[in-house]
């Protein structure tokens, strides 16, 4: 089986295995990691001194010894190694600047890349560019980036420093275990969530794999956005594969081409497969090897016809096969919304019937029908009408699902649900979703003023109005914004 690792030669031979990670206590210096923060390795503990040789390969510098205790920049103290592989080795960190302003203890994760990396010419000036890029992602499925910066020849990031376990270690310990997709849902519509994100501000992750998703007890987060990118887009690395890993990476990243949103969906597809059945889809040789002896997936148990081939096109070694974004992905292997009376059309007609005849004859009314109040009967659909309404709920869920409640323009759950009422007028569900859509409306506008963005409050106070100018909790919100403008304005 060909390795995983990504192709880029490691600091050591030896692959290393994420688990947990305690956040929030620091033991003294001279003494030994405790337990619960120490960081196993596949074969043996890692090292506590790790060596980084300059960038400058022809120097006549020492290699810099990374271990506890060392400051770099000073600024960073280092306190434990978490994690080593090809891109580098991982340290926790206290960032002793912030802590001078604060007085509080402040934990970092400091990433140092190796010198493959950055051996590379344009290497320190692509990982800049894209670091730049992935601390716009501000995003609860994706780690935040503090910075990039170098200290001599150490080049290295600092981010958010998690306390949980990667995708990796969780899929060793469910190896060969078929598991239902209600189980591991979560996961997936937390990367989802993240992925398509970032893809919406033209961000391709370009190494997606286990390692790089890190579950914790808040959700998944995606780490490394960008930086197999700028190593993949570097002068010594256009023409030869370095930057990817074989067994996640899609056949076009093999050929070179320009990154785009469905190399991730290849790599989302090969990770929903390992969370569904204990294992790779292709065994885990390289997708270039898979292609060449036209490997094919073991069908899943427990996925229907529809949410198999949502998961092929995922599969597919052909980038057109497949889907566009990673929630037409995710809405494809997520199974139909259950409508068992859908089942009973006789029932249905026969209701229909009765209601046509009570409106016909029903007493003048005091409440005049609305949407939200009093609506009106549902109207029988016709079997292809009935199938594009559940298409269409199907696409509202997934992007309430991700947060997708009213932007960006075209698609987003409020557009669907509008796209259900002009075909079907008072349509249960659909008036169902929206209230639930403007609930949530209505609490991120709460977390809009809890943070001080009372733009974006009323912005989505208005909108929400706008769909149901009555809604309790939204004129709650705008009750509140108004007090707050009085207070700001000291009236």
């Known amino acids: ?8 030669k490691p600091v050591n031979n030896k692959p290393s295995e994420e688990t947990r990670i305690q956040a929030t ?18 074969n043996d503990k890692p090292s506590q001194e790790t060596r980084i040789k300059p960038v400058n390969a022809g120097s006549s510098q020492q290699q810099v010894k990374l271990q506890p205790g060392v400051i770099i920049k000073q600024r960073f103290l280092l306190q434990q190694q978490l994690g080593e592989g090809g891109m580098g080795v991982v340290f926790s960190a206290r960032d002793l600047v912030q802590e001078e302003v604060s007085h509080e203890e402040s934990l970092i994760a ?7 990396v950055q051996d590379h010419p344009e290497a320190f000036r692509l990982l800049q560019q894209e670091c730049k890029k992935s601390q716009q992602l501000a995003h609860p499925n994706i780690v935040t980036v503090y910075d990039f910066d170098r200290d001599k020849d150490l080049v290295y990031l600092t981010m958010q420093l998690l306390s ?18 209600k189980e591991v849902e979560p996961i997936l519509t937390d990367i989802v969530a993240g992925l398509s994100y970032a893809h919406q501000q033209g961000i391709v992750h370009s190494d997606l794999k286990p390692e790089n998703i890190f579950l914790t007890e808040q959700g998944a987060r995606i780490i490394d956005f960008g930086i197999a990118r700028a190593i993949q887009q570097s002068d010594t690395a256009k023409n030869s594969v370095l930057a990817l890993t074989p067994a996640y990476a899609s056949l076009e990243m093999f050929h070179n081409e320009e990154p785009h949103a469905r190399d991730d969906i290849f790599a989302l597809a090969c990770m929903s497969y390992q969370l569904l059945a204990g294992k790779h889809p292709f065994s885990g040789k390289s997708t270039e090897v898979a292609y060449q002896e036209k490997l094919e997936p073991k069908r899943i148990d427990g996925l229907s016809d529809r949410q198999w081939q949502g998961l092929l096109n995922g599969l597919s070694f052909d980038c057109e096969k497949r889907q566009q974004t990673a929630e037409e992905f995710l809405q494809q292997l997520l199974p139909k919304r259950l409508q068992p009376w859908k089942y009973f059309a006789l029932t249905a007609t026969i209701i229909a019937v009765f209601f046509a005849l009570y409106v016909t004859f029903k007493p003048p009314v005091i409440v005049a029908p609305s949407l939200f109040e009093n609506p009106q009967p549902e109207q029988p659909l016709s079997q292809p009408e009935q199938q594009l309404i559940d298409n269409y709920l199907e696409v509202a869920e997934v992007h309430m699902m991700v947060g997708r409640l009213v932007s960006p323009a075209g698609s987003n759950a409020l557009d669907e649900y509008q796209k259900i ?3 079907h007028p008072f349509d249960r569900q659909a008036i169902a979703g929206l209230k639930q859509l403007l609930k949530q409306i209505a609490d991120q506008a709460n977390m809009s003023i809890d943070s001080g963005d009372y733009i974006s409050a009323g912005k989505l106070v208005t909108i929400g109005l706008e769909i149901n100018e009555k809604h309790a909790a939204l004129l709650s919100v705008k009750k509140r914004l108004s007090n707050q403008h009085l207070q700001v304005n000291g009236e």
């Open 164 to 181: 949980g376990q990667s995708l990796k270690a969780y899929l060793s310990g469910h190896e060969y275990e078929v598991r239902p997709l």
């Open 1 to 8: 089986m060909e390795d995983l690792k990504t192709r880029i």
């Open 25 to 42: 206590r620091i033991k003294p210096l001279n003494d030994k990691p405790s337990q619960e923060t120490r960081v196993k390795s596949v």
């Open 421 to 423: 009422l002009k075909l």
């Open 110 to 116: 400091i990433k140092f890349l190796s010198e493959n």
